[in-house]
């Protein structure tokens, strides 16, 4: 039961393309991935739009983590998260013009790690995974979910495209296509 794996062997299941490692792993860090995108205020981007840069930072911790290091998956996961949305957050700033209002970027680069400990917070991120994974169920089509989760394992476009017997440019246009309908629904709701 992926429950009883470490966050390092979730991490490494996931990598090799088990769905249910990655599920499993979403749940356990999105309290992180929330609590680093709220903590951004004035940066002229929304917070959802933080919160998916996150989880596009969660998703590059787990393509790149190399457990040698000595370093937890939970700290490296961490530090890949903070980058990206600080990234994201750089990049808006230099796209729209300076607010008279500051920027506020807080406890992004904390350490999270007694956030895992909160019983309320660990239900949050389990409701919050399976409230992602009923939504991509549900308003992808069978094609874009595989796209989705095996780009999602690491895979670059070229191999998704061969290993589904697509050319790269329906990868991308498959991909392009759950963003879309993705940020329908945060629109929505």
């Given at each position: 039961?992926?429950?009883?794996?470490?966050?390092?062997?979730?991490?490494?299941?996931?990598?090799?393309?088990?769905?249910g490692a990655m599920a499993a792993l979403i749940a356990r860090m999105a309290s992180v991935v929330k609590a680093k995108a709220a903590g951004i205020r004035n940066a002229g981007i929304e917070t959802d739009d933080l919160t998916q840069e996150g989880m596009i930072g969660l998703l590059s911790a787990v393509k790149s983590f190399d457990e040698s290091k000595g370093v937890?998956?939970?700290?490296?996961?961490?530090?890949?998260?903070?980058?990206?949305?600080?990234?994201?957050?750089?990049?808006?700033?230099?796209?729209?013009?300076?607010?008279?209002?500051?920027?506020?970027?807080?406890?992004?680069?904390?350490?999270?790690?007694?956030?895992?400990?909160?019983?309320?917070?660990?239900?949050?991120?389990?409701?919050?995974?399976?409230?992602?994974?009923?939504?991509?169920?549900?308003?992808?089509?069978?094609?874009?979910?595989?796209?989705?989760?095996?780009?999602?394992?690491?895979?670059?476009?070229?191999?998704?495209?061969?290993?589904?017997?697509?050319?790269?440019?329906?990868?991308?246009?498959?991909?392009?296509?759950?963003?879309?309908?993705?940020?329908?629904?945060?629109?929505?709701?």
């Amino acid at each position: 039961m992926v429950d009883s794996l470490s966050d390092e062997s979730l991490a490494l299941s996931a990598r090799s393309g088990d769905d249910g490692a990655m599920a499993a792993l979403i749940a356990r860090m999105a309290s992180v991935v929330k609590a680093k995108a709220a903590g951004i205020r004035n940066a002229g981007i929304e917070t959802d739009d933080l919160t998916q840069e996150g989880m596009i930072g969660l998703l590059s911790a787990v393509k790149s983590f190399d457990e040698s290091k000595g370093v937890s998956f939970r700290t490296y996961a961490s530090a890949c998260i903070s980058n990206r949305i600080i990234s994201a957050v750089r990049k808006s700033v230099r796209l729209v013009p300076q607010s008279s209002e500051p920027l506020y970027i807080d406890h992004v680069s904390a350490d999270v790690s007694d956030m895992s400990a909160d019983p309320e917070r660990i239900v949050i991120g389990q409701d919050e995974a399976d409230r992602l994974i009923r939504i991509l169920d549900e308003r992808l089509s069978e094609l874009e979910r595989k796209v989705l989760y095996s780009y999602l394992s690491g895979n670059s476009y070229r191999k998704i495209a061969d290993g589904l017997s697509l050319r790269t440019k329906d990868v991308d246009n498959a991909l392009q296509r759950v963003r879309k309908k993705l940020r329908t629904f945060h629109l929505q709701h």
